[in-house]
């Protein structure tokens, strides 16, 4: 059998961002949509948290903004199985992860393959999971920084897209790492959401190729 190849689709898409907290990434994309630098626009902006500070702000963007109670399902997949039937309601064509903390189920990750991208703050496939800051400066790394990959069932652990290093000084904490990888992150994602509607992000198997790089 043939290796399998996706490619993004060139046109003007539409998004739906995924998040539980601050919403900086999120803020980083919608600044991109509205300055013209992705061709696409957000139609949903979606929680697990009713309080996330980034919801908030798309009500405030007067972006879509849903928050849907997990407690309200008696499972994960079902929980996924509404979140697929709002997005698809608005014809989402990619879903940003932009700090959801909840895993996706096995389902969703079929559904929306090659779909959802995530952004994560160190140089995957090291440090998968969370507090992946202290964990560079305690195993002594002296480089670690953000990638932003598809969504695949193993948590973290979905194709590559782009990934941005940042030096790890002998001075750092936790906060200031995180906050010298952040600034990536908000260079990174917004960079891979416009490859993906200018048709430029191939497949093949779990290598991603940027077309015309
Ligand atoms: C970021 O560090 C991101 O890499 C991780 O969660 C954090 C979300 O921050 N997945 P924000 O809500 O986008 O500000």
């Known amino acids: 059998m043939g290796e399998e190849i996706f490619v993004s689709p060139k046109k003007r898409g539409r998004i739906a961002v995924f998040l539980s907290g601050r919403g900086s990434n999120f803020r980083a994309i919608h600044e991109a949509v509205t300055a013209g630098r992705i061709n696409a626009s957000i139609s949903l902006v979606f929680s ?4 996330a500070p980034g919801l908030l702000t798309a009500r405030e963007s007067g972006l879509e903004a849903l928050y849907l109670n997990p407690k309200l399902f008696p499972s994960r997949e079902e929980y996924d199985k509404q979140a697929i039937r709002e997005i698809r309601k608005r014809d989402v064509d990619l879903v940003c992860l932009a700090g959801y903390m909840r895993i996706l189920s096995p389902h969703f990750c079929r559904e929306f393959k090659n779909r959802c991208m995530n952004i994560h703050p160190a140089l995957l496939p090291s440090f998968p999971g969370l507090h992946v800051q202290k964990k560079a400066i305690d195993w002594g790394v002296r480089y670690s920084g953000a990638t932003v990959h598809f969504v695949a069932e193993d ?6 897209i782009l990934q941005a290093a940042v030096p ?3 001075e750092d904490t936790e906060e200031t790492l995180a906050a010298r990888i952040l ?5 990174i994602y917004p960079h891979a959401v416009h490859l993906f509607f200018e048709g430029r992000i ?3 198997g779990r290598r991603v190729f940027i077309r015309d790089a």
């Not at 697990?48 to 309080?51: D, G, L, Q």
């Open 183 to 187: 600034v990536e992150e908000h260079k």
């Open 202 to 204: 191939e497949v093949r």
């Open 168 to 170: 790890v000084l002998q």
């Open 155 to 160: 948590v973290d652990m979905g194709p590559i």
């Open 48 to 51: 697990n948290v009713e309080t």
